[in-house]
């Protein structure tokens, strides 16, 4: 059962505005919590301690929100205002509190992995739990796949031989040693007080990109680590046999297909180190080819670069022949042992339902 978040919109807006909830209404929130089965399993609220979240969650709400409302990614719209109090107070507040307790029960630097497609809102995402965590004393670094890029030379040199390698991000144009290697530093902070974190800037070379010089961190308790990739497992070869989902049609895309399943299994390690996977995953595989087109549109708006419907169209194909998600992420929404919290996404972006894999309700 999914929550009227109508009636907790309302709510939020009245309390943003200066308007705290009534002890009615923060009992009407607690029913809302509850009243979606899924969302409460997957953060542990029960009937028990369901008075104790509303109040932690409360708190954290009236410290937070002016910082989440300020940041770049969100309009100022009443609409959208009210999206954004949602998600803040549905999924965001919930993951960061979750997030905190995880990493105190590790007793170590917890890694958490966000695995999104185009426009599902992993960088936002995880921009927005830096604000959160920060506020909770957590020291916090967000860390994209496309940090652990090779760099513009030797990704010259890999498409030399392998021509197929057209656009960076497929798996094989990664470093995945330079990948464990920071992980692992993370992991273990005792060992190197002063850890070089990758950084990738995507406008040099033309927009082929480069690595830049790397930031110097310490100290870091928590890791927000997404990519549109990050957590995906290689699947049987024999997959690869049968019948296929578009636009995997040739023979050529096949093959294709195959090799960089293939290439997936030197990034196994690299998910090891994963201590949590979340999902963000739209309602339709197909929302992030028209999310593509509408960030390009905006960007030509702008006056920046942006490429044409059909460049669009080509690009997203690619990354589909690559790893389909109906053969790659969506198996991952149904199991538990590699996932911890499935976030489907509608067409506004907004997150719909939230559960964990394994639990139905």
């Given at each position: ?29 607690l029913a809302f919590e509850l009243a979606d089965h899924l969302k409460a399993k997957a953060f542990g609220i029960t009937e028990d301690n369901g008075e104790q979240v509303i109040q932690a969650r409360s708190h ?17 719209t009443p609409e959208t205002q009210q999206k954004t109090l949602l998600c803040l107070w549905n999924l965001w507040l919930p ?267």
């Open positions: 059962m999914k929550r009227d978040t109508k009636s907790v919109g309302p709510i939020l807006e009245q309390w943003v505005s200066g308007q705290k909830p009534n002890p009615l209404e923060s009992q009407q929130l954290l709400f009236e410290i937070v929100y002016p910082d989440i409302l300020a940041l770049p990614y969100f309009e100022t993951e960061a509190i979750a997030l905190v307790s995880y990493r105190k029960q590790l007793g170590r630097p917890l890694i958490q992995g966000i695995l999104g497609g185009q426009g599902t809102g992993k960088t936002t995402l995880a921009a927005v739990l830096s604000v959160i965590l920060q506020k909770l004393g957590e020291r916090t670094l967000s860390l994209s796949i496309d940090d652990l890029y090779k760099t513009y030379n030797e990704r010259q040199r890999l498409q030399e031989q392998d021509p197929r390698l057209i656009w960076r991000g497929p798996p094989g144009t990664h470093d995945v040693e330079l990948g464990l290697q920071l992980l692992d530093q993370l992991r273990s902070p005792s060992s190197t007080p002063q850890i070089l974190v990758p950084r990738f800037d995507k406008s040099a070379f033309g927009g082929a990109g480069d690595r830049i010089s790397p930031e110097v961190v310490e100290s870091i308790d928590i890791v927000l680590f997404e990519g549109w990739f990050v957590g995906v497992r290689p699947i049987e070869p024999e997959v690869f046999d049968g019948s296929l989902p578009e636009p995997i049609q040739t023979l050529e895309d096949r093959e294709f297909a195959r090799d960089m399943n293939q290439q997936l299994k030197r990034y196994v390690p690299l998910w090891e180190r994963l201590d949590r996977l979340m999902v963000l995953y739209p309602t339709d595989y197909r929302l992030s080819q028209q999310w593509r087109l509408q960030a390009e549109k905006q960007m030509i708006a702008q006056g920046k670069s942006g490429m044409g419907d059909a460049q669009i169209r080509d690009f997203v194909n690619y990354f589909w022949k690559a790893l389909h998600p109906e053969l790659f992420i969506t198996p991952l929404t149904r199991s538990p042992n590699l996932v911890d919290l499935v976030v489907e996404i509608n067409s506004d972006h907004t997150p719909d339902v939230i559960y964990s894999p394994g639990y139905t309700g």
